[in-house]
């Protein structure tokens, strides 16, 4: 795909500097571009980097746009958006899938397949599935009984979605993700685990995204509920009767233990946990490695463990952990004796 830069500027909707007719074919990073390349820069750091880029053509904001010399600049409140919708222009994706039902997918009679729906090679689609309008189900996805799949979702290959799902519209699951799967719900009776029904499901409202190898579980009574517009990454565990609000984004290996309730517009980073039944407020950002153990009641930015030292001075640090509660109680003896 080619534009020039006068075209990608009107589609962006952007003021430009530079010739109207520079031809542009492709985005590329700061480092890899050659000719008739797109980057973006948001910071003043990157300025030299971008002046040893062969790109032709840069978005940046408007308080660096003094600062670029020998490029063609798409001025942007928000480069990396804007570099975003680029892609797409330059980019086209090319279609998913064939619009058709692969001779070895397994669909039941059953099933409730709408117009522009194709299902791939080794597929499952049992008994009372419903699938809207033009989504698509790659290979060896098995989609079980009683399953709703919504409007313009893409399903990737090897994805298992229970019969308890209900899926809204325009959302992606990525290779492997298993929805519906239970709990882990488990009671102590005479020395041995028993186990306990699961008897809900799990809702994902439109818009959302899920990476690869993630899982959510299906509630045990009530549902489990992810809303609109949430993201999550690869390998994040959600258990049952977990609720995500809105828009919220969750980075790779996360997890969520049951019943907790998380906010609208929040973001936790990789690796963090949360503990079950907890509240989580709105806009709230966890850091990546962080424990939640208790309820986060107001918004903003929130943090534990330790960050990673040499190991020598991690032991010696960890020693001195053990002493805290006695070296409080001294400053303490030694405050109120001055005090006196």
């Given at each position: 795909?080619?534009?020039?830069?006068?075209?990608?500027?009107?589609?962006?909707d952007l003021e430009f500097q530079g010739s109207p007719e520079l031809e542009l074919r492709k985005v590329a990073s700061l480092t890899s571009a050659t000719r008739a390349g797109l980057c973006f820069i948001e910071q003043v750091?990157?300025?030299?980097?971008?002046?040893?880029s062969q790109c032709s053509a840069v978005i940046a904001p408007a308080k660096l746009v003094d600062e670029v010399s020998g490029k063609a600049v798409l001025i942007s409140e928000n480069p990396h958006y804007s570099f975003v919708?680029?892609?797409?222009?330059?980019?086209?994706?090319?279609?998913?899938?064939?619009?058709?039902?692969?001779?070895?997918?397994?669909?039941?009679?059953?099933?409730?397949?709408?117009?522009?729906?194709?299902?791939?090679?080794?597929?499952?689609?049992?008994?009372?599935?419903?699938?809207?309008?033009?989504?698509?189900?790659?290979?060896?996805?098995?989609?079980?009984?009683?399953?709703?799949?919504?409007?313009?979702?893409?399903?990737?290959?090897?994805?298992?979605?229970?019969?308890?799902?209900?899926?809204?519209?325009?959302?992606?699951?990525?290779?492997?993700?298993?929805?519906?799967?239970?709990?882990?719900?488990?009671?102590?009776?005479?020395?041995?685990?028993?186990?306990?029904?699961?008897?809900?499901?799990?809702?994902?409202?439109?818009?959302?995204?899920?990476?690869?190898?993630?899982?959510?579980?299906?509630?045990?009574?009530?549902?489990?509920?992810?809303?609109?517009?949430?993201?999550?990454?690869?390998?994040?565990?959600?258990?049952?009767?977990?609720?995500?609000?809105?828009?919220?984004?969750?980075a790779a290996c996360v997890g969520i233990a049951g019943s907790t309730v998380i906010g609208r517009y929040c973001k936790i980073s990789g690796g963090a946990g949360v503990i079950g039944h907890l509240a989580i407020a709105d806009?709230?950002?966890?850091?990546?490695?962080?424990?939640?153990?208790?309820?986060?009641?107001?918004?903003?930015?929130?943090?534990?463990?330790?960050?990673?030292?040499?190991?020598?001075?991690?032991?010696?640090?960890?020693?001195?952990?053990?002493?805290?509660?006695?070296?409080?109680?001294?400053?303490?003896?030694?405050?109120?004796?001055?005090?006196?």
């Amino acid at each position: 795909m080619s534009l020039t830069l006068q075209q990608l500027a009107q589609a962006l909707d952007l003021e430009f500097q530079g010739s109207p007719e520079l031809e542009l074919r492709k985005v590329a990073s700061l480092t890899s571009a050659t000719r008739a390349g797109l980057c973006f820069i948001e910071q003043v750091k990157y300025l030299p980097a971008l002046a040893a880029s062969q790109c032709s053509a840069v978005i940046a904001p408007a308080k660096l746009v003094d600062e670029v010399s020998g490029k063609a600049v798409l001025i942007s409140e928000n480069p990396h958006y804007s570099f975003v919708q680029a892609i797409e222009l330059l980019h086209p994706q090319a279609q998913d899938l064939e619009v058709a039902i692969h001779p070895s997918a397994q669909v039941s009679p059953g099933a409730r397949l709408a117009s522009g729906v194709s299902v791939g090679a080794l597929c499952v689609v049992e008994d009372d599935v419903e699938i809207g309008e033009a989504s698509s189900i790659a290979a060896g996805t098995v989609v079980e009984k009683g399953a709703v799949i919504g409007e313009h979702c893409h399903i990737h290959s090897r994805v298992t979605i229970g019969g308890s799902v209900k899926l809204g519209n325009r959302c992606r699951l990525h290779s492997g993700v298993v929805l519906g799967s239970d709990g882990f719900g488990l009671i102590m009776q005479d020395r041995r685990w028993h186990k306990i029904p699961q008897l809900g499901g799990v809702i994902i409202e439109d818009d959302v995204e899920i990476g690869a190898n993630t899982t959510v579980d299906r509630g045990a009574l009530d549902d489990t509920v992810i809303e609109q517009g949430c993201k999550l990454d690869n390998l994040v565990q959600i258990a049952h009767n977990v609720r995500i609000g809105a828009h919220t984004a969750i980075a790779a290996c996360v997890g969520i233990a049951g019943s907790t309730v998380i906010g609208r517009y929040c973001k936790i980073s990789g690796g963090a946990g949360v503990i079950g039944h907890l509240a989580i407020a709105d806009n709230v950002t966890i850091t990546a490695m962080s424990l939640v153990t208790r309820d986060i009641d107001s918004a903003g930015v929130y943090s534990s463990g330790t960050p990673l030292l040499e190991n020598r001075l991690w032991h010696k640090n960890n020693v001195r952990y053990k002493s805290l509660d006695q070296l409080a109680r001294t400053v303490s003896r030694l405050d109120k004796k001055g005090s006196q």
